[in-house]
């Protein structure tokens, strides 16, 4: 074997569209920038996946994230063959953030395009905090809405204002 290690399989998928302007801030189109604030000049950001007015979609966020053991076979004519296998008691401390990880219920890629990234602690912290702040939102949006997410005027008017710059 010539190598054997942790790794992370992960996707990150986002789609969304929106400008920033000169000042980075996020604001929805161009155009919407120069009516509102007299402003000229943009730049547009698009996330993974196309998400235009041609090819509208929900803004939305899916992450996966899965720790293996990969190991990595050479042979004589320098071909490689990549084995990704679960992890087994005796790689993961319990408690740990790769422990959390690997303990995530119902994580199934659904894109052809997984990456690998070689496991360490600050990457794992990574994916545990981004898979918590979706969570989080989760429970935010639940919170205020119900479990089904339906939203009302009397339950939109009860929400803090987000985007007032005071604190």
């Not at 920038?33 to 943009?42: D, L, P, T």
């Not at 219920?105 to 600050?122: F, L, V």
């Amino acid at each position: 074997m010539k190598e054997n290690k942790i790794v992370l399989l992960y996707s990150i998928n986002t789609v969304c569209s929106y400008c920033k302007n000169k000042n980075g801030e996020i604001v929805p189109n161009g155009l919407w920038e120069s009516k509102a604030n007299g402003v000229a000049g943009h730049k547009w950001i698009s996330g993974t996946e196309e998400h235009n007015s041609n090819n509208g979609a929900p803004y939305g966020l899916s992450l996966y994230v899965k720790p293996r053991m990969l190991n990595v076979w050479e042979f004589p004519d320098k071909t490689e063959y990549r084995e990704y296998l679960p992890l087994e008691a005796k790689d993961i401390v319990e408690g740990s953030t790769l422990d959390w990880l690997n303990s995530l219920c119902g994580m199934e890629s659904k894109n052809t395009n997984t990456k690998e990234i070689d496991y360490d602690e600050s990457i794992g912290m990574f994916f545990k905090r981004s898979i918590i702040g979706i969570c989080n939102m989760n429970e935010q949006l639940k919170r205020v809405f119900g479990d089904n997410i339906e939203v009302t005027l009397s339950k939109v008017r009860m929400l803090p204002d987000l985007t007032s710059k005071e604190k």
